[in-house]
């Protein structure tokens, strides 16, 4: 445990505190990393993630890590790959290629066509400014408003 850190330290000049070590040797279970901006949460979730290859013998490809933006999903390769060359691929993604991931898998499965509104635009497919003013209007018919 302590010459993960310790080869981290004299690797990549990398020091993690206390309750940063504590998050990295977290295994078991959900995590909550709470911190202020530049604290170190991301070094210590690379970190955690090259622990769990190195030490706990996971598969780096049965890792998914997840974040809400494309660039700190990229930040994240980055950083990554720097830190441990030699590990393995992870998949670094943002929560809306998971939840597209699971979606259209789900729905090929069942046989389902879909297309995305988003993105390109398609003349096939209405305008998703145009489809959200139909379901307002669709969803305000038979709703009466009082004032009381």
């Given at each position: 445990m302590?010459?993960?850190?310790?080869?981290?330290e004299?690797?990549?000049?990398v020091?993690?505190?206390?309750?940063?070590q504590?998050?990295?040797?977290h295994?078991k279970?959900?995590?909550?990393?709470?911190?202020?901006?530049?604290?170190?949460?991301?070094?210590?979730?690379i970190?955690?993630?090259?622990?769990?290859?190195?030490e706990?013998?996971?598969?780096a490809?049965?890792?998914?890590?997840?974040?809400?933006?494309r660039?700190?999903?990229?930040?994240?390769?980055?950083?990554?790959?720097?830190?441990f060359?030699?590990l393995?691929?992870?998949?670094?993604?943002?929560?809306?290629?998971?939840?597209?991931?699971?979606?259209?898998r789900?729905?090929?499965?069942?046989?389902?066509?879909?297309?995305?509104?988003?993105?390109?635009?398609?003349?096939?497919?209405?305008?998703?400014?145009?489809?959200?003013?139909?379901?307002?209007k669709?969803?305000?018919?038979g709703?009466?408003y009082?004032?009381d």
């Open positions: 302590t010459d993960f850190f310790g080869r981290q004299k690797l990549h000049k020091r993690l505190n206390k309750v940063q504590k998050a990295v040797l295994t279970g959900p995590l909550l990393l709470l911190a202020c901006p530049g604290s170190g949460k991301t070094t210590t979730l970190m955690r993630i090259g622990y769990l290859i190195e706990k013998g996971v598969p490809n049965r890792i998914k890590a997840i974040t809400f933006s660039a700190a999903a990229s930040d994240m390769k980055v950083r990554y790959e720097h830190f060359p030699n393995g691929t992870v998949n670094f993604s943002t929560i809306h290629s998971l939840a597209f991931s699971i979606t259209s789900y729905l090929k499965g069942q046989g389902i066509a879909f297309s995305l509104i988003e993105g390109t635009p398609n003349p096939q497919l209405p305008a998703k400014s145009q489809l959200i003013k139909e379901l307002y669709q969803n305000l018919k709703c009466r009082r004032s």
